[in-house]
């Protein structure tokens, strides 16, 4: 399970020890987003079928060089690379009355342990695309939409995501893919 999960990109090489813990449920989570099957982050029969059938994600959006495209109606982030997904990450993003903003962005500010003046809570691992929105690790990762318009990312990708967005890379956040 968690070496085809790796194969696809829904799960970094690192998470790969054979034990189907947390890391392995969100990596299962994120698959289904992208199957559209239901999200509960546990490989059933439907799951290990449509796994073992599957491909590797494919970009949304056309672009070149390193970019994140956050695909708002799977609740997820494809970090991609030229034309290929290099992981496909589960995510959650704004909840009702808190959209994600839909467009076209660029990183424009980084902060490893980042203070949200508003909702008075730290934001680790924070990269900012828009206004106040960035992404961020959150302890709290839903299957759906319910941040106040960032977009949580689980602990164990969280790091990995803001080592691989220096200012300026792109984000495109699409409503519909």
Do not use: I, M
Not at 30 to 39: G, S, T
Not at 45 to 56: E, F, I, N, Q
Not at 84 to 91: A, G, I, K, S
């Amino acid at each position: 399970l968690q070496d085809r999960l790796a194969d696809l990109g829904f799960l970094p090489r690192s998470g790969v020890d054979g034990q189907a813990g947390e890391q392995t449920r969100f990596a299962v989570l994120a698959f289904q987003k992208w199957a559209r099957l239901d999200r509960d982050g546990v490989a059933g029969p439907r799951t290990r079928g449509a796994l073992a059938r599957a491909k590797r994600p494919t970009p949304r959006t056309k672009g070149s060089g390193r970019r994140v495209e956050v695909l708002l109606d799977r609740q997820l982030a494809l970090y991609v690379s030229g034309r290929r997904v290099v992981r496909t990450l589960h995510v959650s993003t704004g909840a009702a009355g808190f959209a994600t903003p839909t467009g076209r962005y660029s990183v424009f500010r980084k902060e490893r342990n980042s203070w949200s003046v508003p909702y008075r809570v730290w934001l680790p691992w924070a990269s900012y695309f828009v206004g106040g929105v960035a992404f961020h690790e959150s302890p709290d990762v839903p299957a759906g939409p319910a941040s106040h318009g960032c977009v949580r990312v689980p602990r164990y990708d969280a790091q990995w995501l803001y080592d691989r967005l220096p200012n300026g890379t792109v984000v495109t956040v699409v409503a519909s893919s």
